[in-house]
């Protein structure tokens, strides 16, 4: 195949990914990126230890995207978890499998990998350049906003791989929605994905509690049970626990406009057993030391419940040990967008053929979390980010060989 101009537009790791691939096989490349830096989303992420994949059985593994994990799912089979590790290992970072089967590189840094990466790209001829702003379309050519003013450039294929809104300091914004509506490409709003959720705390409570961790409890919603910690904040809650239910959460309060996320506060506890201790306590003595000897709770525990409660359900050993169990903690709204890990909404899938081209724009092609997908924390969003680049970047070469 003949050499060809290929404009990848967004330096994260879907970009970056495709860009490898498209270099590799001999195209001259050119990735364009708004911010100072590559991969910046990146590298923030490798601040907790760059969870860069996950090491469940695969088949669970390829189940997590929800609604779309039966379109991902050629892309994930052709880069899975067991790739990305490899992958990594090439580029001089060696990984390990967590406690919770997360997989991190043994460094815990995403820098040195990025460093890596970046200098592979250079090496097989791709074009880095920063603060390039992609505006919109001049026809089929692209407009950019860059240093030294307006730039019209022509690409013979073009890679969208601007990422979703969450953390738009870094320069996801989700500005290119309106670019690409304005062309007829279908999109669902973009929102907050595993993201914290507002609760209406009292002042009181949240004076004393705000940071608190609440520690080994199970929650359940619509995604089911799961145990873990969340994190009582000034707003609400947040935290890994909170983010496994934001889908749910969302979705509930979407549909229904309500949601309550139901906290067990003693998972190693009967209600009978709870009921029964509760009961044997001395009714003149505090509530505080009902909880501690009845229940073993105390702390942010035994406030939540005092916060959460009516009085007649604290005195009350058999609704007091029920609630234990199960305790509803109703949340108003999602955190905002920008605050959030990740975004859900963007381009439709089904905008999009199999090669990842947007039907509405031959030879636009888009990719990562542009798409509409979204995934829990864990790894998943980083896999299928490379996943996808990867098979957008064949899909660009499958349209320029059938189009030669």
């Known amino acids: 195949m003949a050499v060809k101009q290929i404009a990848i537009i967004g330096g994260g790791p879907a970009g970056l990914m495709a860009a490898e691939v498209l270099s590799l096989s001999g195209h001259a490349v050119t ?68 406690t919770s ?61 601007l990422g979703g809104a969450s953390w738009p300091r870094l320069g996801s914004d989700g500005a290119w929605t309106t670019l690409l509506r304005n062309e007829g490409v279908e999109i669902t709003d973009l929102q907050p994905a595993n993201c914290g959720f507002d609760v209406a705390w009292s002042d009181i409570f949240k004076t004393r509690f705000a940071g608190a961790p609440l520690k080994t409890v199970t929650a359940t919603s619509d995604a089911g049970t799961f145990p873990g910690e969340l994190v009582i904040s000034r707003h609400g809650i947040e935290g890994s626990l909170v983010y496994a239910h934001a889908a749910a959460l969302r979705d509930r309060l979407s549909s229904d406009g309500r949601a309550d996320l139901r906290i067990d506060l003693a998972p190693g506890r009967s209600v009978e057993r709870l009921a029964r201790d509760l009961d044997r306590q001395d009714t003149k003595a505090s509530l505080s030391n009902r909880l501690r000897k009845g229940a073993g709770l105390e702390g942010v525990k035994s406030a939540l419940l005092r916060e959460l409660l009516p009085e007649i359900a604290l005195a009350d050993p058999q609704q007091l040990a029920r609630s234990v169990k199960a305790l509803p903690i109703p949340v108003l709204r999602p955190r905002p967008i920008a605050e959030a890990i990740s975004s859900a909404g963007g381009v439709r899938l089904d905008d999009l053929d199999e090669r990842y081209m947007l039907k509405s724009l031959p ?41 030669q």
């Open 31 to 98: 990735v364009y990126d708004a911010m100072p830096t590559f991969g910046r989303k990146f590298l923030l992420a490798g601040k907790s230890g760059l969870n860069i994949t996950h090491s469940e059985d695969y088949e669970r593994f390829a189940s997590r995207f929800g609604a779309a994990s039966d379109r991902l799912r050629p892309a994930l089979d052709a880069f899975t978890p067991a790739d990305v590790r490899a992958w990594a290992a090439g580029l001089g970072t060696e990984t390990f499998v967590g």
């Open 363 to 403: 030879g636009i092609f888009a990719t990562g979390e542009m798409l509409d997908w979204e995934a829990p924390t864990g790894g998943y969003l980083l896999t299928a980010c490379f996943a996808t680049g990867r098979a957008a970047a064949r899909g660009i070469m499958e349209w320029l060989q059938a189009r």
């Open 101 to 161: 089967g997360r997989v991190f590189p043994s460094v815990m840094k995403a820098s040195p990998l990025l460093r890596a990466w970046l200098g592979r790209l250079e090496a097989q001829g791709t074009k880095l350049l920063k603060r390039h702003r992609w505006t919109g379309f001049v026809g089929d050519d692209l407009v950019f906003e860059t240093p030294n003013g307006r730039a019209v450039i022509r690409s013979e294929a073009t890679l969208l791989a």
